[in-house]
Nanobody
Framework: QKWLVESGGGPVQAGGSLRLSCAASGDTNGFCLAWFRQAPGKGREGVAAIDTDLSKKYTESAQGRFIISRDNAKNTVYLEMSGLQPEDTAMYYC?????????????????????WGQGTQVTVSS
């Protein structure tokens, strides 16, 4: 079992920035780490993912505005968000997938991760 705890969400004005953090219990070296979001009335969508080799994937709307990074020494994954817009308003979730045995594909598929955090709310006002 791996616990994930997100922080850093909150209200922000359009054009502003936020940095989300997600602290995991235990070693994250062998895990794909990702951020997902879910807006009211919509399905959960992948925002960004970072694999064990530090390769990254972004959804099209996040490309160029968001940056995902990880610090395995701190068992933490970050999502730096800039140029936020009202359509970025959502609950943001951190997730982890076990890549240690070579079967897990690090992706933005919300059905893939093994572990999820409880989420942190991001609200962008115009």
């Amino acid at each position: 079992q791996k616990w994930l705890v997100e922080s850093g969400g909150g209200p922000v004005q359009a054009g502003g920035s936020l940095r989300l953090s997600c602290a995991a219990s235990g070693d994250t070296n062998g895990f794909c780490l990702a951020w997902f979001r879910q807006a009211p009335g919509k399905g959960r969508e992948g925002v960004a993912a970072i694999d064990t080799d530090l390769s990254k994937k972004y959804t099209e709307s996040a490309q160029g505005r968001f940056i995902i990074s990880r610090d395995n020494a701190k068992n933490t994954v970050y999502l730096e968000m800039s140029g936020l817009q009202p359509e970025d308003t959502a609950m943001y979730y951190c997730a982890a997938g076990d890549s240690r045995f070579g079967y897990f594909v690090c992706s933005l598929n919300p059905g893939a991760p093994d572990y999820w955090g409880q989420g942190t709310q991001v609200t962008v006002s115009s």
